[in-house]
């Protein structure tokens, strides 16, 4: 028999069995505050019944799966005949459905639906964030499709349903469809006007054929996809140089049963996102397709797609912020170091009260972005053209750092592969990249300040709400106005500009909705100046022990 070495003592249990939603009391009070009242105990229901299945072990074990067995590529049979298939491992498939049949595909028409749509995915997307890539690319289908009502009257009811089917099937056999979306080539990037894929008309009317390429295709196994190319003349000639992309839907599986032609190269092999499949795909002139919205308009057609994964971004990053501080600061509490807890010393408070700062201030300019979608006033909108690309490059931008600090604070055990914090950070980045880098937001940001007016007057509206509230946010927003009035040399401190613009409206938010507490230590750092370059260096004389309290879960 073995001799014992040593009892395991002073190790934080997992955090598990626990409701996702309801210990995360930014996101509980944030529903609360943008559902309507006949609606609020509706929700807190499917919530809770969704944060119930985050918390548990079975959903915690199937998003390590999901990670450690990547998606696998099949390009032909064992005779040679093209297949071009991605395997998945099961627990993908359960994280999936589960997804699907909580109606995270399903924002669009229904009461509140893109408040309880965000509240659900920023609660899965706890799980894992790989599968949420499909998840949100077929809620932002909708209003592409919406474009041609023919087709919307086709796809959305599929779209939005809440069933899954992962075979490769005609759509209208299966209870449910996803949707998959590709856009940038090799060449181009972001720039999607430099396209080479091209698209012939065929005698149905509406119907192309493409040749090309798509460089970042994601959620291959997807039933259809929006791709970008290029309209010809019938004969094959070139198009004219004004001649912009047009939108089209390329359906995995032509509706009597073939299979489209849609070859896919190779996966790529990226830092994160592992659950998640990222193709190479290649169109080689017989791949059907149906045009969305006017030839030559593709990207005005796109751009209601474009802005609900950009808000998705934001959505998923606050998820992924939320989990690493869940994590941090359940380990503190559960973990004694030097004499006491962790929780304890006033300079691991400090910095788990300045990483739940962050957390809060996400989770709530994300939920109120959402909100803000379900509103058919014209003054939301508006807010949304500036909103979401300043609140995508800032909380995208975040989420990285804030991951890595998480990590340090469960010291050498953060950095093992089973504390789950290394697929946080590996995943942090994925979302600052996808739907436009940093840089193409920030110039997004200074395109609608220059042509649309009427988006800065909402914005300006939204954060002037609070004035007077808090001097530092005050004075804030004083400085931002001026820099907004300073046109030389713009588009270099483009980012700079919109850094402002994201903690201000934060900054606006918490001071009209979090406590007292939180809402101080944010505006004496973020927008006092009072703030160093690493978390953990917030005002001593803050209440930072009640900002802490609040973001602990419980199980």
């Known amino acids: 028999m073995a001799a014992t070495t040593h009892t395991v003592t002073n190790q934080a249990p997992p955090l598990v069995g626990y409701d996702v939603f309801a210990a995360d009391a930014a996101l509980a009070e944030g529903v609360a505050r943008h559902a309507p009242a006949d609606l609020l105990n509706e929700l807190r229901a499917e919530l809770g019944e969704l944060g119930r299945a985050a918390g548990s072990a079975q959903a915690q074990e199937w998003g390590t799966q999901a990670n450690e067995n990547r998606p696998v590529l099949r390009t032909h049979d064992r005779y040679g005949h093209r297949l071009d298939e991605v395997e998945f491992h ?10 699907v049949s909580a109606g995270l595909t399903d924002a669009w028409g229904r009461p509140a639906g893109h408040l309880r749509r965000a509240a659900g995915f920023m609660v899965w997307s706890q799980t894992d964030a790989g599968h949420g890539c499909p998840v949100s690319m077929t809620h932002a289908a909708v209003p592409a499709l919406r474009t041609d009502p023919e087709l919307a009257a086709e796809w959305e009811p599929r779209l939005t349903s809440h069933g899954y089917e992962p075979a490769l099937l005609p759509a209208a056999d299966k209870p449910g469809a996803l949707f998959g979306m590709g856009m940038t080539e090799k060449q181009g990037g972001s720039d999607v006007r430099a396209n080479t894929t091209r698209a012939v008309p065929l005698a149905q009317d509406g119907a192309y054929a493409l040749t090309g390429h798509k460089w970042f295709c994601s959620a291959p196994m997807s039933d259809g996809f929006l791709v970008l190319a290029k309209a010809v003349p019938a004969d094959g000639g070139e198009p004219g ?8 839907l390329v359906p995995r599986v032509l509706p009597d049963g073939t299979r489209n032609t849609f070859r896919i190269q190779r996966l790529k092999d990226k830092l994160g996102n592992r659950s998640n499949a990222s193709a190479e795909v290649e169109f080689d002139g017989t791949t059907w397709a149906r045009r969305v919205g006017e030839e030559g308009r593709g990207v005005a057609t796109i751009i209601g797609m474009v802005a609900a994964t950009r808000l998705d971004c934001v959505l998923g990053s606050a998820a992924l912020m939320r989990q690493a501080v869940a994590q941090a600061v359940h380990h503190a509490a559960h ?3 030097f004499g006491g807890p962790l929780i304890d010393k006033p300079l691991m408070e400090n910095v788990l009260a300045d990483l739940a700062l962050e957390s809060e201030a996400a989770t709530t300019l994300g939920l109120r972005l959402a909100a803000a979608q379900d509103s058919g006033d014209e003054q939301e909108r508006q807010l949304l053209r500036l909103a979401v690309p300043a609140a995508k490059y800032w909380v995208t931008k975040r989420a990285p750092v804030l991951a890595a600090e998480a990590l340090e604070c469960l010291g050498g055990n953060g950095y093992v592969e089973e504390s789950g914090m290394p697929r946080l950070l ?12 940093g840089n193409v937001q920030a110039l997004d940001v200074l395109r609608a300040l220059q042509r649309e007016p009427a988006a800065l007057d909402a914005f300006l509206t939204e954060v002037g709400r609070s004035r007077g509230a808090d001097h530092r946010l005050d004075g804030a927003i004083k ?5 907004l009035a300073d046109l030389d040399g713009i588009e270099a401190r483009a980012r700079r500009l919109v850094e402002r613009m994201a903690l201000v409206l934060q900054g606006s938010l918490l001071v009209r909705y979090a406590p007292a507490q939180t809402a101080d230590a944010f505006c004496a750092s973020r927008l006092g100046g009072d703030w160093g370059g ?7 004389t803050l209440d930072l022990a009640s900002v802490v309290r609040r973001a602990r879960p419980e199980s």
């Open 90 to 99: 099961p627990a993908y498939h359960r994280l999936l459905g589960h997804a």
């Open 241 to 248: 140089e004004e001649t912009g992309p047009t939108c089209f």
């Open 335 to 337: 973990r004694s170091a």
């Open 426 to 437: 590996r995943e942090a980045p994925v979302n600052s990249v996808w739907e436009g880098s």
């Open 479 to 483: 400085d931002l106005l001026t820099e």
């Open 534 to 540: 690493a978390f953990g260096t917030l005002p001593h």
